[in-house]
C-alpha cells in the first residue's frame, strides 16, 4: 500500500527556482509512484512583500537589487539554462513588469479550498515566466480562475487565512523558497534534482 503523505510547499509564483522546483517535485513524484500517495498543500510566501501594489518595473527591480541590468541579465541565463533542462521556455527578455502577488496567492489559496490549486499555480507560473504577462493584473488572474474553474474569485477569497498562513511561514524560520515541508517533520530548502527530493520523500514516507 502506498504511504501517505503531506508536502506542503512554500512558494512565490515570480520565484524561477519554485518553477523549476514545481517541475523536478513532479519528476520525483512520478518516479515514486505505488509507494507513496502524497497531497500537496501551497504555501504564502512573498519574496518581495513590500512591493507596490502596482508592481514596478522589472529593468529598475532588478537593477536596485543586483547592482546593475548585466549581473540581472546573467543571472536570468543561468537560471534559464537550468529551466531549459525542466522544460522551461524562459521569457526573461520579455518580462516588463515584477509584481505584487498578494493577489495570485489569495487566488491560489482560494483554488486549494475547492482543489484547483495544482492546475492554478501552473498557470500563474506559465503566464509570468512563459508569456510574460503581468499576473498581478486582475484582468489576468480572473482569466486564470476562470480557466481552472475556480468559483467565486475574487468575492470567495479570505485573505485574512492567507496572510496568516505566510505569517506561520516565516515564523518557523523559512526565508528562502521553494521549501518542501514533509508531514511538518522534515523539509528542504531549494530547485533540488528530482532524485534527490525523491530519496527525502522516500525517507519521511518511511518515518
Not at 38 to 55: A, H, K, S, T, Y
Not at 58 to 67: H, L, M, N
Not at 99 to 108: D, E, Q, R, S, Y
Request: charged letters at 25%; a negative charge.
Amino acid at each position: 500500500m502506498p504511504k501517505p503523505l503531506l508536502i506542503e510547499i512554500a512558494s512565490d509564483v515570480i520565484c524561477p527556482w519554485c518553477y523549476i522546483g514545481k517541475r523536478r517535485l513532479e519528476k520525483a513524484l512520478e518516479s515514486l509512484k505505488g509507494e507513496v500517495e502524497v497531497r500537496i498543500e501551497w504555501l504564502p510566501f512573498q519574496l518581495n512583500p513590500d512591493m507596490p501594489e502596482q508592481g514596478v518595473a522589472r529593468a529598475d527591480y532588478r537593477r536596485a537589487k543586483f547592482g546593475s541590468v548585466e549581473k540581472g541579465r546573467a543571472l536570468d541565463a543561468r537560471v534559464a539554462q537550468e529551466g531549459a533542462g525542466d522544460g522551461i521556455a524562459f521569457a526573461f527578455d520579455r518580462m516588463q513588469r515584477t509584481p505584487n502577488t498578494v493577489a495570485a496567492h489569495k487566488l491560489i489559496d482560494l483554488a486549494q479550498s475547492q482543489g484547483k490549486a495544482g492546475p492554478v499555480v501552473d498557470a500563474l507560473f506559465r503566464a509570468y515566466f512563459e508569456e510574460a504577462r503581468d499576473i498581478g493584473d486582475a484582468e489576468v488572474l480572473a482569466g486564470i480562475a476562470k480557466a481552472a474553474g475556480v468559483e467565486s474569485w475574487p468575492a470567495g477569497v479570505n485573505a485574512t487565512q492567507v496572510a496568516e498562513q505566510e505569517e506561520r511561514v516565516r515564523d518557523l524560520g523559512i526565508s528562502g523558497v521553494p521549501t518542501f515541508i514533509f508531514d511538518r517533520t522534515s523539509g528542504l530548502s531549494g530547485a533540488y534534482p528530482p532524485e534527490q527530493l525523491a530519496q527525502a520523500i522516500r525517507e519521511a514516507a518511511a518515518t
